[in-house]
């Protein structure tokens, strides 16, 4: 397979209620990435790859139309793909192979989201995914069927909310440290606990903003790296897996689609024992149990993520660091940006030009996201 | 560095219909998939991937992609969803197939225009918020000021256009198209004005229609004597956004980079080594623009209209389907339907349509009905692969 390398990468801040349009947010994305690699033209660019989830979010019809002059697009090759939450790196799925295949030297991929203007709050949006005939009609929302998962997976695996609370105070803390984050933070277990029970057992605290951002990498084939670059990073695995519709039908305690959708991506990339051989994790967090649960996925051992939290594993100065970003409960989670946003740290990590939340001796990493109704992985490795 | 060759093995479709009410989408879908699969003779459980090409407001339905493993049966499979037409997410296949990452998948795209209450509200909403929806209560105007622009620069008439539809209705009543009729240019020359100069039926009007595509490397392939290949597909840049001030009126510059990609890949002049062209035409004066982007003169478009060089068992058949015009406007399931006539012709299964001798064709779709945008594919086989 040709290979396909991230040679650049850029992002916004995220905020909520972030003062800019979409179109102004991807262009200071787009800017930043290229600046990254030494101030390159957009004209040395192929093509564009975008990603946005629900089109409502920014109240339009086939929303590509927002990108392609934001993204410097005009005349270029550009198309968009989503899958729910898990848009962002199937973004990066969906570039890798643009890349590989040999039609695109170099191409830019970049996810956005605008999640301020269905004011009060996206809640209502999120209500169209769900099934028009038997689930639309009860008025569901996301809290709801994560609560329900979050007490499966609890229940599963004999888990406390203390525990799981870990992952709020761990990310927020390493958020701290990211330039773009909107809610670095240092908190403690007990203020997860005291934040407003949302759904139990789903606290505030245990739940990623609602923010305005985007980010854009850029990737080249091995020939235009070495010109680019000298730290190119590696995308040597890539997946995407998506369940049934039926999701109630599902056992909600284990994450077979990721754990599925990264069994394939490790072997693309010829990784045998991920917990040995992978330095640095950025499982997909919106809420805190999830980021245990698609752990879970990623190492293809139920309730092993939460026995590796209770050690401090999970710490960006421990064996196996997770979210060393902030990950979106402490960086934000506009929905497509977030996952680019992942992948865009691991290629900082393994650049080493992630600065103060550099993990040490990084040499291959992992980015995940997840979303459609509680069903889609999307699963990248990279390395150095 | 060698790249993987893809092959169309089997194609599936529920064939376009004014309605579809009888069928749920996903029933709609299941449907086409069996029929797919049946055609390429493979089992759903050695299918790899599933790309499929949906929009949410059409949907009406966010994140659409999460109703369609079920029905096509790639539940737990790689999945990626395509906001465009279906040839765009035919574009993704491609570019996964080439690559290696796969060796078998399909293609799906389902649309109901039916049921949408209030499809011009919709598609107005594609437009820049500020600048362009409140001037236009109809986004189909934009459709008439592109074919003013190309009848200025071009010196087509109007009758041209009728000349268009009437062959493209004509096609579609031999092929059983929903809009198809016996009608002559002169009768459509009768029709109002709808968007000045577009005449009523020269704007497509809609159909509901559902298509499952099978794709595969050579590995497959070699398997089947029917199968076509997918020789490049690619999809061209806009020259407009959302607010449409930079657009290239009356001209369609996609094509150009697109059969520029096209001719790298095969080797010749695709437009020399085609028997038939598929195109997804909303109004008349697109199908025109297409060809004259292809030939690179629009003078010559016309002649071989006038001439009727363009009508079935003539030099170059355009939209022996019947078109868009003929078949009906299936939203992003378009590129489907001309997709899946242009492989029927090359296999030979087209019936009343056929083209005689047909081993390569070109297919194109436009990204939506008003945008300067599109996908070109080629297709080939026997000899011509």
């Known amino acids: 397979m040709r290979r396909v390398a991230i040679v650049g990468a850029g992002m916004t801040d995220f905020r909520s209620m972030l003062p800019h349009s979409s179109p102004e947010m991807i262009r200071e994305a787009v800017k930043r990435c290229l600046d990254d690699v030494g101030s390159l033209s957009i004209r040395y660019v192929d093509g564009v790859l975008c990603a946005s989830a629900p089109d409502a979010f920014d109240g339009y019809h086939d929303k590509v139309s927002i990108a392609n002059e934001a993204a410097g697009a005009i005349g270029k090759p550009i198309t968009r793909v989503f899958v729910g939450g898990g848009s962002g790196v199937a973004a990066a799925v969906a570039g890798w192979y643009h890349v590989a295949s040999g039609l695109f030297d170099t191409l830019l991929v970049v996810a956005w989201e605008k999640m301020s203007p269905p004011y009060p709050h996206a809640q209502k949006l999120f209500q169209t995914i769900f099934e028009p005939v038997i689930e639309q009609p009860l008025g569901p929302n996301l809290i709801w069927i994560f609560a329900l998962e979050m007490r499966r997976y609890m229940e599963a695996h004999n888990l406390t909310k203390e525990l799981i609370a870990e992952v709020a ?18 908190i403690t277990v007990q203020d997860v606990l005291n934040s407003e029970v949302m759904v139990w057992p789903v606290n505030r605290l245990d739940i990623s903003p609602t923010s305005d951002g985007a980010v854009a990498i850029l990737l080249a084939s091995e020939q235009e790296a070495r010109k680019l670059t000298d730290t190119p990073v590696w995308i040597d695995g890539v997946a995407t897996c998506l369940d049934s519709q039926y999701w109630t039908n599902r056992d909600l305690a284990f994450p077979y689609y990721v754990y599925l959708a990264a069994q394939r991506a490790y072997r693309m990339a010829g990784i045998v024992n991920p917990l040995k051989e992978v330095d640095v994790w950025e499982p997909y967090d919106p809420f805190t149990y999830k980021e245990l649960h698609h752990l879970d996925g990623l190492l293809g051992r139920p309730g092993l993520a939460p026995k590796l939290l209770k050690e401090g594993q999970l710490h960006r100065d421990g064996d196996h660091p997770a979210s060393p970003s902030g990950g979106l409960l402490g960086v934000g989670n506009p ?36 979303g459609d109704l509680m069903q889609v992985g999307t699963v990248v490795v990279c390395r150095r | 560095m060698g790249f993987n060759k893809v092959y169309v093995l089997g194609v599936g479709e529920l064939p376009p219909s004014t309605s579809m009410r009888e069928l749920d989408f996903r029933e709609a879908t299941f449907e086409a998939a069996v029929r797919a699969y ?26 659409a992609d999460e109703y369609t493993p079920d029905q096509v049966g790639t539940r ?39 049921e949408i209450e209030n499809y011009n509200d919709v598609l107005r909403s594609s437009l820049d918020p500020h600048c362009l929806r409140p001037l236009l209560s109809d986004p189909y105007v934009l459709l008439g000021l592109d074919a003013r622009a190309f009848l200025r620069s071009s010196g087509c008439t109007t009758h041209d256009l009728s000349s268009v539809a009437a062959k493209n209705s004509r096609n579609a009543a031999l092929s059983g198209g929903p809009y198809g009729e016996e009608v002559t240019a002169e009768q459509l020359e009768e029709d109002p004005f709808l968007y000045e100069p577009l005449r009523r039926r020269h704007v497509a009007r809609f159909s509901d229609y559902v298509a499952v595509v099978v794709l595969g490397t050579e590995k497959w392939g070699r398997r089947s004597d029917r199968a076509v290949e997918l020789a490049m597909v690619w999809s061209s840049g806009t020259t407009s956004a959302a607010h449409q001030w930079m657009r290239s009126w009356g001209k369609m510059e996609w094509v150009g980079a697109a059969l520029d990609r096209v001719r790298s890949a095969i080797g010749t002049n695709p437009i020399r080594a085609v028997d038939l062209i598929e195109f997804t035409e909303f109004s008349a004066h697109q199908e025109l623009q297409f060809l004259s982007a292809m030939l690179g003169s629009d003078g010559e478009a016309v002649r071989m209209l006038r001439a009727g060089e363009l009508d079935p068992g003539s030099t170059l058949p355009l939209n022996p389907s019947g078109g868009c015009i003929g078949n009906g406007n299936s939203l992003n399931s378009s590129g489907a339907r001309a997709f899946v006539g242009a492989v029927r012709q090359l296999r030979g299964e087209a019936g009343r349509v056929q083209v005689r001798g047909a081993r390569a064709a070109i297919v194109g779709s436009l990204h939506s009905e008003i945008s300067d945008s599109g996908t070109l594919a080629f297709l080939r086989t026997g000899d011509a692969a």
């Open chain 1, 335 to 370: 929905i497509a940006a977030a996952g680019l946003m992942k992948v865009a740290e691991l290629y900082w990590q393994l650049s080493g030009r992630a600065g103060k939340r550099q993990v040490p001796n990084a040499y291959v990493g992992v980015a995940q996201a997840w």
């Open chain 2, 76 to 114: 737990l499979k790689f999945n990626m969803l395509v906001a465009g037409d279906f040839l765009e997410a035919l574009f993704h296949a491609y570019m996964a197939l080439r690559s290696g990452m796969m060796e078998l998948a399909v293609v799906e795209s389902h649309a109901r225009p039916s």
């Open chain 2, 38 to 63: 049946a055609d390429a003779g493979v089992e759903p459980d050695e299918v790899e991937g599933l790309f499929s090409a949906e929009q949410d407001f059409v949907e009406g339905i966010s994140i």
């Open chain 1, 169 to 186: 105070v761990k990310n927020k803390a390493n958020a701290l440290d990211h330039p773009h984050a909107q809610l670095g933070a240092r």
